[in-house]
């Protein structure tokens, strides 16, 4: 073959598999930690630039899909919007449920630690409520410079409604702009290793392995719950939707949504990754290009896991006596308060004092529990990403193919 027609290095980069590229990317990062911490330690400034150009152009990326896609919706056409969120407000009780099943089962004590985190959290549900309301209302600049995702999904509903009486040239000019900003997440996305190298290594050679291992049953109700839904819990609510064997569809979003936003840690940049993934699953565009920018903000399974498993957990460090029936009110409670925890760092964590006041316990002491979140956030927060991107696709796939009798 002549030597002009094979692809480049770059080219080969580009179309190989990007989840061999990141297990390569691990496992140089953990080994570059292993024998020269210093340079490991300089290799996080990868890690750091693929963090910021990923929270730069999300919030903009759920901007312009919501709207180019609610514009350019046809009057006619039926979407299964109704269907899918059904399914995420079950999928995300049904979380909490089990996490606090998950809780009684295998009792967690905590060592406290102090903390210095200076973020104020909510203390009562009418403040999350509150907060809510006003984040819809804030100014569409200021939403998308802070990454207020409710903000950006109220704007962008209410320009797309309004934008569907405009021409055709500026709806195609609309989803020209979708589809530009969706090559460029793509790109970032592709460039995935090497961040992912940098953080690893300079993760362990900052912390080593040590910070994870203390907290190590903790980290297995966390994640182990996140297992049930995924492998029991959410095939059970597919199989009920669509009355087929839903292993081969649940395993097809975990390998190729939850992996890519496992070590991305962002749902909302992992929104091209599943519309992608839809696009081959041959679902209704109209309903999958609303459905998942929407569930990147409000399907929040593994964050209501996160709340309610620490919550209790500290409920079981103070010794305090938790009846079954407030245990499921703390459920429904983290269910609906991790609706309003996307887009922002830490955002389910720092909901856990709210939950806590459930049960009086102190502000400060509520906030040393966010401090060990934090620090085992690592994987609970890669897991929690994991669990709540590859569900917004499953859960569109199954409201679609029983719409179609598929």
């Not at 091209?272 to 929407?294: F, G």
Request: charged residues 10%.
């Amino acid at each position: 073959m002549d030597s002009t027609s094979r692809p480049s290095l770059f080219q080969r980069y580009m179309n190989g598999s990007l989840v061999l590229q990141i297990i390569i990317g691990i496992v140089c990062g953990i080994a570059i930690a292993s024998f020269s911490p210093s340079a490991a330690q300089s290799a996080g400034l990868l890690g750091s630039l693929f963090v910021k150009a990923l929270k730069a152009i999300a919030p903009l990326l759920v901007f312009v899909l919501v709207m180019a896609s609610i514009a350019n919706h046809k009057q006619n056409e039926q979407t299964f919007i109704k269907p899918v969120l059904v399914l995420y407000l079950i999928g995300t009780l049904l979380a909490s449920l089990t996490a606090v099943m998950a809780s009684f089962a295998f009792p967690t004590s905590l060592s406290l630690v102090t903390s210095d985190i200076s973020q104020a959290a909510p203390k009562g549900v009418s403040e999350v409520l509150t907060t809510l309301l006003y984040n819809m209302v804030d100014n569409p600049v200021n939403a998308l410079v802070n990454g207020n995702y409710i903000g950006i999904l109220t704007w962008a509903v209410g320009l797309g409604l309004g934008l569907r009486h405009a021409s055709e040239a500026t709806k195609a000019l609309l989803q020209n702009m979708a589809d530009s900003v969706t090559t460029v997440v793509g790109f970032v996305i592709r460039l995935a290793p090497f961040g992912i190298f940098g953080l690893v290594a300079n993760t362990i050679a900052t912390t080593g392995f040590e910070a994870l291992l203390g907290y190590s049953h903790l980290l297995t109700v966390l994640i182990g719950a996140m297992l049930v839904i995924a492998l029991v819990t959410n095939p059970l609510l597919v199989f009920l939707a669509t009355k087929k064997n839903p292993y081969p569809l649940v395993f097809k979003c975990l390998k190729e949504s939850g992996i890519t936003a496992f070590f991305t840690r962002s749902s909302a940049a992992n929104i091209p990754v599943n519309m992608a993934l839809c696009k081959r699953l041959k679902l209704d565009e109209d309903t999958y290009s609303v459905s998942i920018p929407l569930g990147a903000t409000i399907n929040m399974a593994g964050a209501a896991i996160t709340i309610t498993v620490l919550t209790l957990a500290a409920v079981n460090t103070l010794g305090i006596s938790v009846d079954f029936p407030t245990a499921v009110l703390l459920s429904v409670i983290a269910a609906v308060s991790a609706c309003g925890s996307s887009g922002v760092a830490g955002g389910s964590l720092l909901l856990i004092p709210l939950a806590c006041s459930l049960f009086n316990i102190p502000n400060e002491v509520a906030m040393q529990v966010v401090a060990v979140g934090f620090i085992v956030g690592v994987l609970q927060d890669s897991a929690e990403t994991a669990l709540n991107s590859s569900t917004d696709v499953l859960f569109t796939a199954a409201a679609c193919k029983r719409a179609a009798g598929k």
